[in-house]
């Protein structure tokens, strides 16, 4: 059994809502308080900067070789990774805020001057007849760069959030229970995003790194063994395209540093439990919504069910810790961001920074939330999705079904380490690490699931008519099974025109040389950081002879696939001027042509 349609749009829209809008959490009703209105502005406001970056490549200085001498992370890059400072564009509007000063001329030295010189100095008022607020002194609360500017201890906050209900439970078991938990390997049973069959353990059957040390993201290749997978039906199989999903645990090590900051002592920790749940699909993530009772550990919850890191906090887990917290300054700071009169400062904490779990408790030290309450609060842990970069029909190896994947690592600011590591794809790095340290000497498995074999990718590729196959980034990766599948029909070589998106060839040219025999007439290498730096609708508009030729075929095809921000939608433009310089149309009647197209499944996207 594979995801259908409906569950495939319903994956799409939930990962699409990353980091934004998270989904309700489980065992709490949606609240639409605790999702940041600003959200509307700040993608406003990066539509804005889009425009103004549109040609990020103009600033860059040139050298005679092409490669620029700008290090790369001072270039400005497209606006997905620009974040809008809202803060310091008001300050910059107002000027050095006045007000601030008058409040720091009353300061008496009563320990006020806590605040003047701690982490941020602009946000509370210093007088103690206006009952300021110490605001905790530690690395992790001056990284969430709080703006509390109105908040005194006296503020009457209005419209707080309600404390969301505990729906969970644990109870000890009342006898003696033989229970193996493979929480260091593999999900719990009940962990099962692909009923009624279990997540499997797919070995890695080899790892390598496809990345040159300098590469802007990391990118790993994995075969993985599934020769034992189980069978699921007739014609149920993996198809070429199609994406496998993965349930990667949060990191052990920090599954520890939780229990140590939540002081859970560690004979709980891999205690024997019951956990009840009075409603939601937690701790499973398909099924039924209903209350529930299962056998599981503290550290298997922490480890393979609940997400610490990837969503920016929502209103009803800094109520939580609202809830929890004995410092009478800290539940003041966490009831604002709960706030009517907070909503601002909310907003901006969603926005402009990655907050995870573990900064919040570090921020808040005095918040320790008993595990039950906190459960509730936080996203469920997804699978994450990756396209067999292959086509699993010609396998390399005898006796064995391998399948492969290309993994791009994800990473986000991070208040301790500088960055941090995604949690699909930073898993996925340390079991390729792992591998590669032990020179393939190791049995590591990865837990999967078939997935997503009725995606557009795998449900529109054609064993014949010609296609064109545009991808950036890791993007790419679905389509060297496409044209592995098509070279195998000699017939079919000459129709496959590959556009590979890359920064610089010697850094990240993913898959190079694995393209057959003709890789260099199949594949077109784009390079957007090497001489003037392009990206591929460029590439597009260059040919388009061959797209206008491709399209009119019968069973052409056009399909795209890598990042939804801004590819895309670039390439798609570079469509619509291709049509209109080709077909002599207006924009408004190329527009509609390649719509068209859509519908007729000739021109495919999958982007992310
Ligand atoms: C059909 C499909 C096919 C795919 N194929 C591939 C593939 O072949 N190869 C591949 O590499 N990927 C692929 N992906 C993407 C992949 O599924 C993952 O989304 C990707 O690996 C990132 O997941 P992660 O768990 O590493 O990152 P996550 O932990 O989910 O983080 C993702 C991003 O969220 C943001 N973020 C993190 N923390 C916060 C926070 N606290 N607040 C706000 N924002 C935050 C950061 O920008 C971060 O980079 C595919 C996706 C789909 C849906
Ligand atoms: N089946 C699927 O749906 C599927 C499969 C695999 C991957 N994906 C998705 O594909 C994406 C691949 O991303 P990645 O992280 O590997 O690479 P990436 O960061 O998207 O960058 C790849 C290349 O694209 C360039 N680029 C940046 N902005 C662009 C724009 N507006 N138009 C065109 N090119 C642009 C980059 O150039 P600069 O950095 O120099 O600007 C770089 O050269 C991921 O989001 C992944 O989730 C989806």
Redo the contacts with the bound molecule.
């Keep these: 059994m594979t995801a259908t349609e409906d569950e495939y749009q319903e994956i799409r829209a939930a990962q699409a809502s990353v980091p934004e809008e998270p989904i309700a959490p489980f065992g709490t009703s949606s609240d639409e308080e605790s999702s940041a209105p600003v959200t509307q502005f700040a993608k406003n406001t990066n539509g804005l900067l889009k425009k103004s970056l549109a040609s ?2 103009l600033e860059i200085d040139f050298t005679s070789t092409g490669r620029s001498k700008v290090p ?1 992370k001072n270039r400005t ?2 606006a ?1 990774t620009h974040q809008v400072d809202v803060a310091k564009a008001i300050h910059n509007l107002l000027g050095d805020s006045s007000a601030t000063n008058l409040v720091r001329a009353e300061c008496c030295g009563g320990g006020c001057c806590r605040i003047a010189s701690g982490s941020n100095p602009n946000s509370v008022p210093s007088s103690p007849s206006l009952a300021p607020i110490l605001l905790p002194n530690n690395p992790a609360f001056a990284a969430l760069k709080l703006q509390l500017a109105p908040l005194t201890m006296k503020t009457k906050l209005r419209g707080t959030y309600t404390l969301p209900a505990s729906t969970i439970a644990f109870d000890s078991l009342a006898e003696e229970f033989e229970y193996n938990s493979t929480v260091k390997a593999h999900p719990p049973k009940f962990v099962t995003p692909h009923p009624p069959y279990e997540v499997f353990p797919a070995r890695i059957h080899h790892a390598r790194c496809l990345t040159q040390p300098g590469a ?2 990391r ?1 790993y290749h994995f075969d993985l063994d599934v020769t034992d997978y189980p069978e699921e039906g007739p014609g149920v199989d993996f198809v070429v ?1 199609g ?1 496998i999903g993965v349930c990667a645990p949060n990191d052990h090590d920090l599954v520890e540093q939780l229990f140590d900051i939540l002081d859970i002592p560690a004979f709980k920790r891999d205690e024997v439990l019951t956990l009840h749940t009075a409603n939601g699909r937690w701790p499973t993530i398909w099924g039924e919504e209903k209350e529930r009772q299962l056998t599981t550990t503290r550290r298997e919850l922490l480890t393979w069910t609940v997400d610490v890191q990837s969503y920016a906090p929502k209103k009803s887990l800094l109520r939580v810790l609202a809830e929890y917290a004995t410092d009478e300054y800290e539940k003041k700071i966490l009831m604002y961001l709960c706030s009517r009169q907070g909503q601002a400062a909310f907003c901006e904490l969603r926005t402009t920074s990655h907050t995870s779990l573990l900064q919040l408790l570090h921020a808040f030290p005095s918040s320790k939330p008993p595990l039950e309450h906190l459960l509730g609060v936080l996203q469920p842990l997804m699978p994450r ?3 067999l970069s292959s086509d699993p029909h010609t396998t390399r190896y005898a006796h064995r079904r391998i399948i492969e994947i ?1 993994v ?1 690592l ?1 990473e986000a600011d991070d208040w301790a380490t500088g960055k941090r590591t995604g949690v699909g794809s930073g898993f996925f790095e340390r079991m390729a690490l792992k591998y590669i340290e032990n020179k393939g000497d190791i049995t590591i498995h990865i837990p999967m699931f078939r997935g997503l074999m009725q ?1 557009p ?1 795998a449900r529109e590729f054609q064993p014949d008519g010609p296609m064109i196959l545009i ?8 389509f060297r099974g496409f044209v592995q599948r098509r070279l195998q029909n000699a017939n079919c070589a000459n129709k496959v025109w590959v556009i590979q ?3 610089d060839s010697l850094l ?1 040219e993913l898959y190079a040389g694995e393209w057959g025999a003709d890789e260099n007439k199949v594949k077109t290498i ?4 090497v001489g003037t ?1 392009r ?3 460029e590439e597009v508009r260059n040919q388009a002879d061959l797209v206008w030729f491709v399209i009119n075929s019968l069973d052409g095809r056009i399909f795209v ?7 895309g ?3 798609e433009e570079a469509l619509v001027d291709v049509a209109m310089k080709k077909g002599n149309l207006s924009r408004t009647e190329s527009t509609k042509f390649w719509k068209n197209k859509e519908k007729s499944f000739q021109y495919i996207t ?3």
């Excluded at 991808?471 to 679905?478: D, E, F, L, S, T």
């Excluded at 696939?561 to 590819?567: E, I, N, P, V």
Aim: glycine letters at 18%; hydrophobic letters at 30%.
């Design positions: 990020p490549i790369i890059r497209r997905s802007e993201k990118t395209g994406a999705f990756y396209s290309a791009t994800h995606n990718l991808g950036a980034g890791v993007g790419i990766a679905p998106g890359i920064r990240d784009v390079e957007s950081r730096g990206y591929v609708q696939c890598g990042s939804s921000k801004g590819m939608e670039g390439v999958e982007t992310w």
